[in-house]
């Protein structure tokens, strides 16, 4: 069995892995978002509750607003604490004063309306700034689908480079046992007989170079997410579950590695067994 | 039992190696096949055992329609003929016993009965002593003699020859036409590819010469009929 082969299919799964994980994270961040049907506007950092109150009351007298709800300096500084850990929190406590703004989070009762209402209520005096996660997961969501969409051009490339690696490995393996191949036509082994070794070999390279990308990605991501403690860095978009991913991108490779190992095989055996 | 009516094979490289074949060779004949190198001896030969295709004509063997026979069938149409060659084809790494059981294994035989056939075929051809040697440990007429028993051991009704004393002195060669006589006499038919003037001329049997692709002579009890 040749290391050629054997590590061709270990790239080609790695790089197919590593643009699955990239796939389902997408997917789930785009329901994410779209599932959300609120906004928030923060003011600026020294506004005060009074003028906090004040705010979430000229928002409510907007047309189309179902909800406005205010979180206070102390209660965005709470949240973050339990967003952010035990062990990272111990930042925040280095901060003299808190730094976070007044954050006021808006519902509008139609949620097709939440571009229109976050441009107004961009508009009233003292917010500085409005978090619309639509347009900040959009610019997320065209880098990731660029990575994505090079990486399975790089997948179909892999794919051809591998087959044509087994194909060369089991072509050795006929020439080594033409003898062999040759008796076995003469005394009328049947035609699957002769050939199954040969897709069995390719088959085998296909698993056991699925084996490796396979414990790798899954150790990394169950790592990648464990730090990054489920989301995606500050930005509130849940990674998909270690657990969830595991399985799939398991399978899925496995079957690849299979499904090249055996294409391989059976090109190579038309080509070259002639049976 | 083995019938070609106007057998033409025309190579892709466009060597003409038959040109309108006809013969008819009944059940227990024991037939040679002479004639010089390039003639169409060993094409005549690959047609019977499917190797090679006809570009035209029809052929039957041992009941199957070798023009209608799928590729995938193939194999049981050799399952009903015996090959045996001038250079053996015997595995190096394995036995005797080991090379003719490798025929049995192949086709899905049981154990059971592979164990009692290849001992079976290696009295028949007096290699029971030795069926635990491998082949380079063998003389050319018992390497010969393995490849014999390998070719006996699916019990088929035609064994086909091509030079299989091409590989060995005089006597030796007799040995193995002897066990060739043997066979036949058991009721086998035997198509041999000879270039031995000395044994079709001793050993007198049916003769068909072929030259530049027709059969130019078909004799009972003929000679070999060339000085080479």
Same mark, same amino acid.
């Given at each position: +069995?040749?290391?050629?082969?054997?590590?061709?299919?270990?790239?080609?799964?790695? !790089?197919?892995?590593f643009?699955?994980?990239?796939t389902?994270?997408v997917?789930? +961040?785009?329901?994410?978002?779209?599932?959300?049907?609120?906004?928030?506007?923060?003011?600026?950092?020294?506004a005060?509750?009074?003028?906090?109150?004040?705010?979430?009351?000229e928002?409510?007298?907007l047309p189309?607003?179902?909800?406005?709800?205010?979180?206070?300096k102390?209660?965005?500084? =709470?949240?973050?604490? =339990?967003e952010?850990?035990q062990?990272?929190?111990?930042v925040?406590?280095?901060f003299?004063?808190?730094p976070?703004?007044?954050?006021?989070?808006?519902?509008?009762?139609?949620?097709?309306q939440?571009?229109?209402?976050?441009?107004e209520?961009s508009?009233i005096?003292?917010?500085?700034?409005v978090?619309?996660p639509?347009?900040?997961?959009?610019?997320?969501? %065209?880098?990731?689908?660029?990575? %994505?969409?090079?990486?399975?051009?790089f997948?179909?490339?892999?794919?051809?480079?591998?087959m044509?690696?087994?194909?060369n490995?089991?072509?050795?393996t006929?020439?080594h %046992?033409r003898?062999?191949?040759?008796? +076995?036509?003469? !005394?009328?082994?049947t035609?699957w007989?002769?050939?199954?070794?040969?897709?069995?070999e390719?088959?085998?390279?296909?698993?056991?170079g699925?084996?490796?990308?396979?414990?790798?990605?899954?150790y990394?991501?169950r790592?990648?997410?464990?730090?990054?403690?489920?989301?995606?860095?500050?930005?509130?978009?849940p990674l998909?579950?270690?657990? =969830?991913?595991?399985?799939?991108l398991?399978v899925?490779?496995?079957a +690849?590695?299979?499904l090249?190992?055996?294409?391989?095989?059976?090109?190579?055996?038309?080509?070259?067994?002639?049976v | 039992m083995?019938?070609?009516?106007?057998?033409w094979?025309?190579?892709?490289n466009g060597?003409?190696?038959?040109?309108?074949?006809?013969?008819?060779?009944?059940?227990?004949?024991?037939?040679?096949?002479?004639?010089?190198?390039?003639? /169409?001896?060993?094409?005549? &030969?690959k047609?019977?055992?499917?190797?090679?295709?006809?570009?035209?004509?029809?052929?039957?063997?041992n009941?199957?329609?070798i023009?209608? @026979?799928?590729?995938?069938k193939?194999?049981?149409l050799?399952?009903?003929?015996?090959?045996?060659?001038?250079?053996?084809?015997?595995?190096?790494?394995?036995?005797? #016993?080991?090379n003719? #059981?490798?025929?049995l294994?192949? &086709?899905?035989?049981?154990?059971?009965?592979?164990?009692?056939?290849?001992?079976?075929?290696?009295?028949?051809?007096?290699?029971?002593?030795k069926?635990?040697?491998?082949?380079?440990?063998?003389?050319?007429?018992?390497?010969?003699?393995?490849?014999?028993?390998?070719? @006996?051991? *699916?019990n088929?009704?035609?064994?086909?020859?091509d030079?299989?004393?091409? *590989?060995?002195?005089?006597?030796?060669?007799?040995?193995?036409?002897? @066990?060739?006589?043997?066979? *036949?006499?058991?009721?086998?038919?035997?198509?041999? #590819?000879?270039?031995n003037?000395?044994?079709?001329n001793t050993m007198?049997?049916?003769?068909?010469?072929i030259? *530049? /692709?027709?059969?130019v002579?078909?004799?009972?009890?003929?000679y070999?009929?060339?000085?080479?």
């Open positions: +069995m040749s290391f050629a082969a054997l590590s061709a299919v270990i790239v080609t799964l790695a !790089v197919l892995g643009s699955l994980i990239l389902f994270n997917a789930q +961040m785009s329901n994410s978002v779209t599932g959300q049907l609120e906004f928030s506007a923060f003011l600026n950092v020294n005060s509750e009074q003028q906090g109150e004040q705010v979430a009351q928002i409510r007298a189309g607003i179902a909800s406005v709800q205010i979180i206070s102390n209660e965005g500084l =709470q949240q973050m604490k =339990q952010l850990g062990e990272l929190s111990d925040l406590n280095a003299k004063q808190n976070l703004p007044i954050q006021i989070v808006v519902k509008p009762q139609d949620p097709h939440i571009d229109r209402l976050a441009k209520v508009e005096p003292g917010v500085a700034a978090r619309d639509h347009k900040l997961a959009a610019a997320i969501f %065209r880098t990731l689908a660029v990575v %994505r969409d090079i990486g399975i051009v997948v179909v490339g892999l794919v051809v480079t591998s044509f690696l087994i194909s490995t089991i072509r050795m006929i020439f %046992r003898r062999e191949i040759e008796i +076995m036509k003469l !005394v009328g082994a035609n007989f002769i050939r199954w070794p040969f897709i069995i390719g088959m085998i390279i296909g698993l056991i699925s084996a490796i990308p396979v414990v790798l990605l899954v990394g991501y790592s990648l997410y464990v730090k990054a403690k489920g989301v995606f860095s500050g930005l509130a978009f998909v579950q270690a657990g =969830q991913i595991e399985v799939k398991a899925i490779l496995i +690849m590695g299979l090249i190992g055996m294409w391989g095989g059976v090109i190579t055996v038309r080509r070259f067994l002639r | 083995i019938e070609m009516q106007d057998v094979k025309e190579y892709p060597t003409q190696a038959l040109n309108g074949i006809s013969v008819h060779i009944q059940k227990g004949e024991f037939v040679y096949i002479v004639g010089p190198s390039g003639a /169409g001896k060993s094409t005549f &030969i047609l019977m055992y499917r190797e090679e295709r006809p570009t035209r004509g029809h052929i039957f063997i009941g199957f329609n023009e209608k @026979l799928k590729d995938r193939i194999p049981l050799r399952r009903t003929i015996g090959v045996v060659f001038q250079d053996f084809k015997l595995l190096p790494k394995l036995t005797a #016993a080991e003719v #059981a490798f025929a294994e192949v &086709i899905g035989a049981p154990p059971k009965y592979i164990r009692k056939r290849v001992r079976e075929v290696l009295e028949q051809v007096g290699l029971e002593e069926m635990s040697m491998y082949p380079h440990q063998l003389s050319g007429g018992e390497q010969q003699r393995v490849a014999v028993a390998r070719s @006996l051991a *699916n088929p009704a035609v064994l086909i020859a030079e299989p004393t091409g *590989n060995l002195d005089p006597e030796t060669s007799w040995d193995v036409m002897r @066990l060739f006589q043997r066979i *036949n006499d058991l009721g086998t038919t035997i198509v041999m #590819a000879t270039h003037r000395e044994i079709v007198r049997k049916r003769v068909i010469a030259e *530049n /692709g027709v059969i002579r078909d004799e009972e009890k003929g070999y009929g060339y000085d080479d």
